[in-house]
């Protein structure tokens, strides 16, 4: 497996909006605005933060059954770090082999109009892995 670079961090929050406007009075830009994604039932927006730090904000769809709840009742926040890789299900299977639980298998991701996937390592980080 072959981590090319870190795509961005994950932040999980009740609702877009208002940190979405806090971020950019803080000076970050919006590289994506906010797009639901139905079949990752969440809604997602990606923002650079002090020009190298890309963060995707990441928030339940309304009236929708979202994997993110639980992590909203323990005060959301940071959730994941997400690497660029030319083989999701390549990496998924790598870190399978090396004891991560795969969480979610390659899925396209509507914000990103390419494939991802999700493990929880033994540690407890979750990490995406997007294709190039």
């Known amino acids: 497996m072959h981590i090319s670079a870190l795509h961005h961090i994950g932040y999980v ?3 877009i909006g208002p940190v979405m406007s ?3 009075d803080e000076g970050a830009t919006v590289l994506i605005e906010p797009v639901d994604d139905p079949i990752q039932r969440v809604t997602v927006a990606l923002l650079m933060v002090d020009g190298i730090t890309p963060i995707e904000l ?3 769809i309304e009236g929708m059954s979202s994997p993110i709840e639980s992590r909203l009742k323990r005060g ?3 959730d994941h770090l997400c690497y660029s890789v030319d ?15 795969v969480v979610c298998k390659p899925v396209f991701a509507v914000a990103f109009g390419k494939q991802v996937g999700f493990v929880q390592r ?3 980080m979750v990490i995406e892995f997007v294709e190039k």
Do not use: F, Q
């Open 13 to 15: 929050v009740r609702t």
């Open 22 to 24: 806090r971020l950019i």
């Open 58 to 60: 990441v928030a339940p």
């Open 76 to 78: 959301g926040g940071m």
């Open 87 to 101: 083989d999701v299900a390549g990496a998924l299977g790598h870190e399978e082999g090396n004891g991560a639980l």
């Open 122 to 124: 033994r540690s407890g």
